[in-house]
């Protein structure tokens, strides 16, 4: 399924009376990586959940979230029921949580759930189920694919237990991806062949990639473009390459500290 277009316009989110993000607008245009970066709080978890309709009961949301179409038509997502956003989750946008130990279902085989949102969206058989499983598996860089789909998350590593909560994510084949801290509790060379799976994903599919971390120097190996939060408003936005090389904010400043120079 081709990229839709991603048009974000003066969103804002407030919750028990607290306005969390105040008028965000940004795009990602059809096959692009936009990184979302900031401090704890910044509100970098609140846009990604805005976008997939997985607020919770009591936020209220105004401005506009607009999927745009290759063949033209375009799908408002502030406002849309339950009904609306099951139809685009999975099919349409994917999402990719911080915490695959959370994420993922402690009863249910890895095979199932990485292809829970294929079968949701397309009658299959068993056998074709099954099928989808271990080519997901293999996919996203599971050794011994037999193995994988038939373990429960607690038998495998924290890196195999993203790498599935990812194949759930692609597994029908959705435009946009939303993946929101995906490294964080990996260690280090885990976390560099999760990045590769990213951009492999992108390249390889029609698949535009939201990307949030508190890390640039993870994002710098991932994004073309870069949002920085703070406070809920965008501080500092462009190229990747120009927000390292030349940072005009205080805050931006500070996260390519944070992040040693390594970014």
Not at 57 to 69: Q, T, V
Not at 84 to 110: H, S, W
Not at 141 to 161: F, K, N, T, W
């Amino acid at each position: 399924m081709s990229a839709p277009r991603l048009v974000v316009t003066g969103l804002s989110v407030a919750i028990g009376g607290t306005e969390l993000l105040h008028g965000l607008t940004f795009e990602i245009e059809p096959g692009g990586r936009l990184g979302l970066i900031g401090g704890s709080g910044s509100g970098k978890t609140l846009t990604a959940l805005a976008i997939a309709g997985l607020l919770p009961e009591n936020a209220r949301i105004s401005g506009s979230i607009r999927l745009i179409f290759e063949d033209g038509g375009e799908r408002e997502l502030v406002g849309l029921d339950d009904a609306g956003f099951a139809e685009l989750r999975g099919d349409r946008i994917g999402m990719v949580f911080q915490e695959p130990k959370t994420a993922l279902n402690p009863l249910r085989r890895l095979g199932r759930q990485m292809t829970e949102a294929l079968a949701l969206h397309y009658s299959l058989t068993r056998a074709q189920r099954r099928e989808a499983a271990l080519r997901l598996a293999g996919r996203v860089g599971l050794g011994d694919p037999e193995r994988m789909v038939r373990a429960y998350p607690h038998e495998v590593s924290g890196g195999q237990r993203q790498r599935a909560a990812i194949a759930a994510a692609i597994s029908a084949n959705p435009g946009l991806l939303l993946a929101d801290e995906p490294t964080t509790a990996l260690d280090v060379t885990v976390q560099r062949g999760i990045l590769g799976l990213f951009r492999e994903i992108t390249e390889s599919d029609e698949c535009s990639l939201l990307f949030i971390t508190h890390d640039l120097a993870v994002m710098s190996r991932v994004v073309d473009r870069v949002l920085v939060l703070d406070d809920g408003r965008i501080v500092e936005q462009g190229e990747i390459a120009s927000i390292l090389s030349a940072p005009q904010h205080p805050v931006t400043r500070a996260l390519i500290d944070a992040a040693g120079g390594d970014a």
